[in-house]
């Protein structure tokens, strides 16, 4: 079995910086606290940048190998959401936008008796008597979902205190006192 490292992890999440070589602020080279790999802190460090030192916005996000619009972007998430909003987000549609309260009431009036799917003939159904395309695969992850009674989520949490710990540990980092255990926790995290 083979140990997962921060790269793989980081790949898993979305938050693996694809272009780490980008990044040219002077503390990054070095191995250790500071990650070119890692978006999250890469994005991070950008707006702390600007906002500490006084950089303007462009000169910061060119620092970081990153583009005006991802500096801007970056700022308003983090501003809604704390570190939380420098996370990835997942692409596409949030939610199965076709299967309204009306379709899952046909497709759970029309399950067989034993509570068995037949996700070709429901979408079939759906279309004859609602007007509504709607994927056999759809169907079957809809109902999955109303039995696990929630879609599970990947989403990772941190916590509002997140960017609190953070500045502790960087702070200690640079410091030379970083605590390994805290830190522990935040590699684990990709951050």
Request: charged residues 30%; aromatic residues 6%.
């Amino acid at each position: 079995m083979t140990k997962e490292g921060k790269p793989d992890r980081l790949r898993q999440m979305g938050a693996l910086n694809p272009k780490p070589e980008g990044v040219r602020a002077p503390w990054f080279r070095e191995a250790g606290f500071f990650d070119p790999l890692d978006l999250v802190q890469v994005k991070y460090e950008m707006l702390r940048h600007a906002r500490e030192e006084g950089t303007n916005k462009a000169d910061a996000a060119a620092l970081f190998g990153l583009s005006r619009q991802t500096y801007y972007q970056a700022e308003a998430a983090f501003e809604r959401d704390g570190m939380s909003g420098l996370l990835p987000r997942t692409r596409g549609p949030k939610s199965a936008h076709k299967l309204t309260g009306e379709v899952m009431r046909l497709v759970e009036e029309h399950l067989d008796a034993n509570g068995q799917l037949q996700a070709r003939s429901l979408a079939d159904l759906v279309h004859a008597r609602l007007g509504i395309s709607v994927h056999p695969r759809s169907i079957e992850r809809a109902v999955a979902r109303k039995k696990n009674d929630e879609e599970p989520t990947h989403a990772i949490a941190m916590s509002e205190s997140g960017k609190d710990v953070y500045e502790a540990l960087r702070a200690d980092v640079i410091c030379g006192t970083a605590c390994a255990r805290r830190m522990g926790a935040i590699v684990f995290l990709g951050k």
